[in-house]
Nanobody, 125 residues
Framework: QVQLAESGGGLVQAGDSLRLSCAAA????????MGWFRQAPGQEREFVAI???????TYADSVKGRFTISRDNPENTVYLQMTSLKPEDTAVYYC???????????????????WGQGTQVTVSS
């Protein structure tokens, strides 16, 4: 198990940038698949981005070219740099982790067994 804590959310205007952080405490961080998901009111939790344990990344089409996921293994932290934010990006953003693995299951919330408490991102028009 690994404990996750997100930070960096807030209220911004459309077109602004924001960086979210997710600090992990627990087992060897470098071996974890780290994901970012988001959930808007009344909607299901949706995939945003993945940082695979080999350092490669995968993005949802809706954020590709605007969001960048990165990880700092010595600092046990994964980041989500968000640029050109839109009102439809408004949601609670969650960090998720699963030790090891690969494949499409990680595009779904059920692929993870560790979650943070979430951080609110609100983008005004």
């Amino acid at each position: 198990q690994v404990q996750l804590a997100e930070s960096g959310g807030g209220l911004v205007q459309a077109g602004d940038s924001l960086r979210l952080s997710c600090a992990a405490a627990g087992r060897t961080f470098s071996g974890y698949v780290m994901g970012w998901f988001r959930q808007a009111p009344g909607q299901e939790r949706e995939f945003v981005a993945i940082s695979w344990s080999d350092g490669s990344t995968t993005y949802a089409d809706s954020v590709k070219g605007r969001f960048t996921i990165s990880r700092d293994n010595p600092e046990n932290t994964v980041y989500l740099q968000m640029t050109s934010l839109k009102p439809e990006d408004t949601a609670v953003y969650y960090c998720a982790a699963k030790f090891g693995g690969w494949g499409s299951k990680f595009l779904r919330p059920s692929g993870y067994n560790n979650w943070g408490q979430g951080t609110q991102v609100t983008v005004s028009s």
